[in-house]
């Protein structure tokens, strides 16, 4: 397996703490396509939407953000970061999904979630004491009909399915569906039991938080009969590639403060994240991607010692990064960053052969 | 309604050694489907594979009015009566609980402030513990096991706690705390298996 470097986004609509500005939503659609295109050009290997249905994201339609992208670029893989299934229904993710990969010719790719965020589910009239048989069901479905059609299938969240013609099919012969996992065992488990990718995320903390997830990851699917050696897993951080250590711990902080301070709550209430958290989290020991080009190349490398992780996805525009620093960002992380940790991961995959 | 039926996972009465083991779980979580009771079925299918018992349980947020109103033994309903009955009488209570607000929830602490003084004197009492994470892991022995110190009753060495994490809906899937179950579980065998033994000697 070939070692990706990608970027994914919210299509954040976060105030500027330094200019003061509020983006406009038109703004921030623009814009999140053309990091596409940059990221695209900058010859990494996947472009994200998350999905998130609030006011201060873009991104509650992922598949119509990436449709769009997938008209302005030609190489990049273009993913869901993650799709909400259980508040989906699998039948129409599968039809959107299946539209981009068809317009992208066989780029198109799933990642699954149970969602950390929950607005979804009221909105489209779920119940998240639902939360984990939903999931269950839906994921089930996705694959069934993934695999064929016309399908016939039956379940308990939805009216089952006779007969159905699911168009239209692949481009290829599929499309890649990963269960995103927020770390917790028993996700990591069940997703190991199915023989499915894995996508890790990974928000703050030590660098070796998730020994365990992926130990017990590699291990039930072992059990249930895989082959836990050939299944990626990726990595999903934040993180910001500057010019410069210095330079990029300056021109992130302001940003990722404000937007942990939006989604990060504390006794109900968002709270300050000091400079001196935020610098602990950059260190070499925790799993921020932040620094110089060869802090990030170091700490991705890291990353594949620790986890043997195929494939790393940075979020670098969380708490609205202004634009023009954050295409800088994805530049570097294309041409100076993914090349080296491309050729480092085959040539240790050399010497373990 | 007084009390579950037999738990799905428990074996039937013993065929050869008389009368099967009673196990009695008491029940905290106020919740038709809980995590609490999916450690507790880990538990009991586990324990299937030991020893031939019969489980019963005692969800105490069931028990209605003749519970809730009731400020002293002598007050409760035949039904209360009859659930306290079967957790005095158990040959091993397994208390289990999720955590809420830092301890047991009240509604599980009321049973047991209406449980005799000393019936649950040198009772095997196998304490299980849920919650939204491992913060919580200490309930076990700063509340839980004080409680059962009161009794005099003998706890089991091992507690049993799972985080929200652990579990799929319900189902528990941490192979850790599986592996938990089973250290637990081989001491309680070893305990059974020496009183069973002491009985029959006692008996001769």
């Given at each position: 397996?070939?070692?990706?470097?990608?970027?994914?986004?919210?299509?954040?609509?976060?105030?500027?703490?330094?200019?003061?500005?509020?983006?406009?939503?038109?703004?921030?659609?623009?814009?999140?396509?053309?990091?596409?295109?940059?990221?695209?050009?900058?010859?990494?290997?996947?472009?994200?939407?998350?999905?998130?249905?609030?006011?201060?994201?873009?991104?509650?339609?992922?598949?119509?953000?990436?449709?769009?992208?997938?008209?302005?670029?030609?190489?990049?893989?273009?993913?869901?970061?993650?799709?909400?299934?259980?508040?989906?229904?699998?039948?129409?993710?599968?039809?959107?999904?299946?539209?981009?990969?068809?317009?992208?010719?066989?780029?198109?790719?799933?990642?699954?979630?149970?969602?950390?965020?929950?607005?979804?589910?009221?909105?489209?009239?779920?119940?998240?004491?639902?939360?984990?048989?939903?999931?269950?069901?839906?994921?089930?479905?996705?694959?069934?009909?993934?695999?064929?059609?016309?399908?016939?299938?039956?379940?308990?969240?939805?009216?089952?399915?006779?007969?159905?013609?699911?168009?239209?099919?692949?481009?290829?012969?599929?499309?890649?569906?990963?269960?995103?996992?927020?770390?917790?065992?028993?996700?990591?488990?069940?997703?190991?039991?199915?023989?499915?990718?894995?996508?890790?995320?990974?928000?703050?903390?030590?660098?070796?938080?998730?020994?365990?997830?992926?130990?017990?990851?590699?291990?039930?699917?072992?059990?249930?009969?895989?082959?836990?050696?050939?299944?990626?897993?990726?990595?999903?951080?934040?993180?910001?590639?500057?010019?410069?250590?210095?330079?990029?711990?300056?021109?992130?902080?302001?940003?990722?403060?404000?937007?942990?301070?939006?989604?990060?709550?504390?006794?109900?209430?968002?709270?300050?994240?000091?400079?001196?958290?935020?610098?602990?989290?950059?260190?070499?020991?925790?799993?921020?991607?932040?620094?110089?080009?060869?802090?990030?190349?170091?700490?991705?490398?890291?990353?594949?010692?620790?986890?043997?992780?195929?494939?790393?996805?940075?979020?670098?525009?969380?708490?609205?990064?202004?634009?023009?620093?954050?295409?800088?960002?994805?530049?570097?992380?294309?041409?100076?960053?993914?090349?080296?940790?491309?050729?480092?991961?085959?040539?240790?995959?050399?010497?373990?052969? | 309604?007084?009390?579950?039926?037999?738990?799905?996972?428990?074996?039937?009465?013993?065929?050869?050694?008389?009368?099967?083991?009673?196990?009695?779980?008491?029940?905290?979580?106020?919740?038709?489907?809980?995590?609490?009771?999916?450690?507790?079925?880990?538990?009991?299918?586990?324990?299937?594979?030991?020893?031939?018992?019969?489980?019963?349980?005692?969800d105490v947020y069931r028990l209605g009015p003749g519970f809730t109103?009731?400020?002293?033994?002598?007050?409760?309903?035949?039904?209360?009566?009859?659930?306290?009955?079967?957790?005095?009488?158990?040959?091993?209570?397994?208390?289990?609980?999720?955590?809420?607000?830092?301890?047991y929830p009240g509604m599980f602490k009321h049973f047991f402030d209406?449980?005799?003084?000393?019936?649950?004197?040198?009772?095997?009492?196998?304490?299980?513990?849920?919650?939204?994470?491992?913060?919580?892991?200490?309930?076990?022995?700063?509340?839980?096991?004080?409680?059962?110190?009161?009794?005099q009753a003998m706890t089991v060495p091992v507690a049993l706690f799972?985080?929200?994490?652990?579990?799929?809906?319900?189902?528990?899937?941490?192979?850790?705390?599986?592996?938990?179950?089973?250290?637990?579980?081989?001491?309680?065998?070893?305990?059974?298996?020496?009183?069973?033994?002491?009985?029959?000697?006692?008996?001769?």
């Amino acid at each position: 397996m070939a070692f990706e470097i990608g970027i994914m986004t919210f299509g954040e609509i976060t105030r500027d703490p330094v200019t003061g500005d509020l983006p406009s939503p038109r703004q921030r659609v623009r814009e999140t396509i053309e990091q596409a295109r940059v990221a695209d050009q900058a010859g990494l290997d996947v472009f994200g939407v998350g999905e998130h249905h609030r006011g201060d994201f873009v991104g509650s339609a992922p598949t119509i953000l990436l449709a769009a992208a997938a008209a302005v670029t030609e190489q990049i893989r273009l993913t869901s970061s993650v799709t909400v299934l259980s508040s989906e229904d699998p039948v129409r993710v599968w039809e959107q999904f299946a539209t981009i990969d068809l317009l992208s010719a066989g780029r198109a790719e799933i990642i699954a979630g149970r969602g950390s965020y929950t607005e979804s589910f009221p909105l489209f009239g779920y119940d998240l004491a639902d939360y984990a048989d939903l999931f269950r069901e839906k994921l089930d479905l996705l694959l069934k009909v993934r695999e064929q059609s016309p399908l016939t299938w039956r379940g308990h969240f939805r009216a089952p399915l006779t007969d159905a013609d699911i168009a239209p099919r692949a481009n290829g012969t599929t499309i890649p569906v990963w269960v995103a996992v927020g770390g917790s065992p028993a996700s990591a488990i069940s997703t190991g039991r199915l023989g499915l990718p894995m996508a890790l995320a990974l928000l703050l903390g030590p660098i070796t938080s998730h020994e365990q997830t992926v130990e017990l990851y590699r291990a039930a699917a072992e059990k249930a009969g895989h082959d836990a050696s050939a299944l990626p897993v990726s990595i999903n951080v934040h993180g910001y590639v500057g010019r410069t250590s210095q330079q990029a711990r300056e021109t992130m902080y302001p940003y990722f403060a404000q937007g942990m301070m939006e989604n990060n709550h504390q006794r109900g209430a968002g709270f300050p994240l000091s400079r001196l958290a935020f610098d602990a989290q950059a260190s070499p020991g925790s799993g921020l991607l932040i620094g110089s080009p060869q802090e990030v190349i170091d700490k991705l490398l890291t990353y594949h010692e620790l986890y043997g992780i195929n494939r790393a996805i940075i979020q670098m525009g969380f708490g609205g990064m202004p634009q023009k620093e954050h295409l800088e960002a994805i530049e570097r992380l294309g041409t100076d960053v993914a090349p080296v940790v491309r050729r480092e991961v085959a040539a240790r995959a050399g010497v373990a052969a | 309604m007084t009390a579950a039926p037999a738990l799905a996972g428990a074996a039937p009465a013993a065929p050869a050694a008389g009368a099967a083991l009673r196990v009695v779980v008491v029940n905290g979580s106020p919740n038709r489907q809980s995590k609490t009771m999916g450690l507790v079925d880990a538990v009991l299918s586990t324990l299937t594979e030991m020893v031939p018992f019969e489980a019963s349980r005692v969800d105490v947020y069931r028990l209605g009015p003749g519970f809730t109103g009731a400020v002293e033994r002598d007050d409760v309903t035949p039904e209360v009566e009859q659930a306290l009955k079967r957790a005095e009488q158990a040959d091993l209570l397994i208390a289990a609980t999720p955590v809420f607000r830092g301890s047991y929830p009240g509604m599980f602490k009321h049973f047991f402030d209406l449980i005799d003084q000393y019936a649950l004197a040198n009772k095997l009492v196998l304490l299980a513990a849920t919650g939204g994470g491992e913060h919580h892991a200490l309930v076990l022995e700063h509340a839980l096991r004080p409680l059962f110190g009161f009794f005099q009753a003998m706890t089991v060495p091992v507690a049993l706690f799972a985080s929200s994490g652990d579990f799929d809906g319900t189902m528990l899937l941490n192979p850790r705390v599986h592996g938990r179950i089973q250290v637990a579980l081989t001491d309680v065998a070893d305990l059974l298996g020496a009183r069973a033994g002491n009985a029959r000697t006692a008996g001769a």
